[in-house]
């Protein structure tokens, strides 16, 4: 069967072959490393050729998550891709959309930073995937892909996310991710949607009126303060709902553990060997992904922590989900951190020393 | 005569487009908003596309437009509309989709977006309010603005060593390759709200017969800006405007009656 076929590719180019099997209607997207190989794969593909999906260069990342909102706005699938300095140029258009409730994708293949910052990897956003980057209350749904396989997966899971609560969702990759080969079966083909199936599974969607049914209108402004109030307060309920059934972790050799090391996305991956070469020299350590990292899995976290002697988190940053890991646990074990920055990927042993030293030896 | 007799559908002359429905309209009175809101709602109407049609609001005073005209709407961040048209008619190409754009959006916040979807030639139909000031936020400087005028921002009149020079942007969509029809219009009278009419209806043809981008400016007034009656507004209007914002097809590649 060929959807079963094992190819071996780029996270980058997994997103794009993903989009045009999971019945992508369209993406818009503007270059920008590490991540303009989603671009190049889908023009080279020409899915308009034979899905239909439309693939558009736009004049910059401002227009293309605007374009994501009009798509998505008219009931469409549709996603970008950028990277940090790009994805901060998208924060308008993605507050927007949580407001209007739009149902867009958008992948993060991150980059060091601040500013221009590097081209190298990093996970240094996650401060603005989590809370928000754009203005007002809203949450966008955050998945991490750890491998090339979940940048494959992920794709068709963000768009059924997005069309179920009408939310922006969010994959927060890296350059590690994006850039690194590795096998992958790539999802089975999924039609898209036909006319009569869109208008069935959006009926609020802008896409002309038939007489039925009163005009659609997908906008996020309200002058009324009391209209609005209810709005944002119905807004705060959907988060709830996804807060309650949509949290996604992975636990890897924790029930035996003293000590948990809390990673995500490629420094998960890295703190895969710190954990096997810590139990080499005696120390039993497991580790702990959140999956989704909004919503975060913090009830999960709380749980594990119970009679452990200590957390590491290791993040490629300064310091950012160690916030919500210290929230969980909220003071009942020690949380440290590890990080490297400016686009420095850490060696297993620097994250197995960090723990030693923070934790065991401390 | 009785107003039964006046109403009579034998007696009619005129009638409001049913696209419009009875919303009280948030524009000022003496606006050029309102008659280029209904002359839309009649071309949709006349082209048999009320169910077929995606309209784009902006921010500006035309923020609302969603209220007035009985079609699906999306509003789009300042700026952005024509991104946003971009992308619902690449997804649904048999829709008539049009942004509609005051100056501030078009040819200040959102001028990459004006200038590339133009140029493009996405199959879209862009309409321009230019009334040479920021109405909504209160009567600041516009892109538009002319020298010499006087707006909240440049109350001393607008001066090119400070402030640069009116932005012309419909001359310079005239010379984009992916346009196929620019026009500049104006609603002041009834003869130019016909041409206004044929002018937009023409944009609209050339977008669902797939000819390229058009932009149809229409030179507008503001007399709660201008802090001058609607009658001085359009006195004015004539005086000052149409000798920078000429009147005409500026580019016609369509063969379009």
Redesign the interface.
């Known amino acids: 069967m060929e959807s079963q076929e094992v190819k071996l590719m780029k996270g980058n180019e997994a997103i794009a072959h993903a989009a045009i099997r999971c019945g992508a209607?369209?993406f818009?997207g503007y270059p920008i490393t590490p991540q303009s190989e989603i671009i190049e794969t889908l023009a080279a593909l020409k899915p308009w050729e034979t899905t239909g999906m439309?693939v558009?260069q736009?004049?910059?990342e401002?227009?293309?998550i605007?374009?994501?909102?009009?798509?998505a706005?008219?009931g469409?699938r549709?996603l970008t891709t950028s990277s940090s300095p790009g994805i901060a140029l998208m924060q308008?258009?993605i507050s927007?959309m949580a407001g209007?409730e739009l149902p867009g994708v958008f992948v993060n293949v991150q980059r060091g930073g601040p500013g221009l910052g590097t081209i190298q990897p990093s996970q240094g956003d996650y401060f603005q995937a989590t809370r928000g980057g754009g203005n007002g209350d809203y949450q966008v749904i955050v998945l991490a892909p750890a491998s090339v396989q979940e940048m494959a997966d992920f794709v068709d899971l963000a768009f059924t996310l997005a069309f179920r609560y009408r939310n922006p969702a969010m994959i927060l990759s890296d350059g590690v991710i994006g850039q690194m080969m590795e096998k992958v079966v790539l999802p089975p083909m999924k039609p898209r949607r036909t006319e009569e199936e869109i208008s069935k599974e959006c009926p609020w969607?802008?896409?002309?009126?038939?007489?039925s049914r009163?005009?659609?209108?997908?906008?996020?402004?309200e002058l009324s303060s009391e209209v609005m109030e209810k709005r944002n307060i119905l807004l705060q309920e959907k988060y709830a709902e996804i807060e309650a059934k949509e949290v996604r972790c992975e636990m890897h050799q924790c029930e035996d553990a003293d000590y948990v090391i809390v990673a995500f996305g490629s420094a998960a991956r890295i703190a895969e060997k710190s954990v096997e070469l810590l139990r080499e020299e005696g120390i039993k350590v497991g580790l702990f992904r959140p999956i989704t990292l909004w919503p975060f899995p913090s009830k999960e976290i709380v749980e594990l922590s119970k009679g452990k002697k200590g957390i590491l988190v290791a993040e490629i940053n300064a310091g950012q989900m160690v916030q919500d890991v210290r929230l969980a646990v909220n003071g009942t074990l020690p949380v440290e951190h590890f990080g490297r920055l400016g686009g420095i990927v850490p060696d297993p042993s620097e994250i197995m020393e960090a723990l030693k030293s923070k934790l065991v030896n401390k | 005569m009785t107003q039964n007799d006046i109403i009579a559908p034998e007696n009619l002359v005129y009638s409001k487009p049913e696209l419009m429905n009875d919303t009280t309209m948030h524009y000022c009175p003496g606006c050029s908003h309102g008659e280029v809101h209904k002359l839309i709602a009649e071309i949709i109407e006349e082209m048999g596309m009320a169910e077929k049609t995606v309209g784009v609001s902006p921010v500006g005073c035309a923020v609302f437009a969603y209220r007035y005209l009985d079609i699906d709407w999306e509003e789009a961040a300042h700026g952005r509309a024509p991104a946003v048209a971009t992308a619902i008619k690449r997804c649904w190409p048999d829709r008539l989709v049009f942004s509609y754009q005051g100056d501030g959006d078009l040819a200040c916040i959102g001028t990459a977006e004006t200038i590339h979807a133009l140029n493009r030639g996405e199959h879209i139909a862009i309409i321009f309010i230019n009334n040479a000031i920021y109405g909504m936020t209160g009567g600041q400087m516009a892109p538009t603005t002319l020298i010499g005028q006087k707006t909240s921002t440049c109350p001393y009149g607008r001066d090119p060593e400070i402030h640069g020079y009116p932005l012309n942007i419909t001359e310079i969509a005239a010379h984009l390759q992916g346009t196929c029809y620019v026009s500049r219009q104006s609603v002041d009278t009834v003869a130019s709200i016909m041409k206004a009419k044929k002018a937009i209806r023409k944009a609209f043809e050339a977008s669902m017969q797939g000819l390229g981008s058009s932009l149809v400016e229409i030179v507008s007034t503001c007399n709660s800006g201008w802090k001058l009656s609607p009658v001085k507004s359009n006195e004015w209007m004539r005086e000052n405007m149409f000798n920078v914002y000429e009147k005409g097809d500026l580019k016609d590649t369509t063969n379009i009656k």
């Open positions: 209607d369209a818009f439309v558009l736009a004049e910059s401002v227009a293309s605007n374009m994501v909102y009009g798509g706005g008219s469409k549709v308008e258009g927007y209007a969607a802008a896409m002309g009126r038939p007489k009163k005009p659609n209108i997908i906008t996020s402004l």
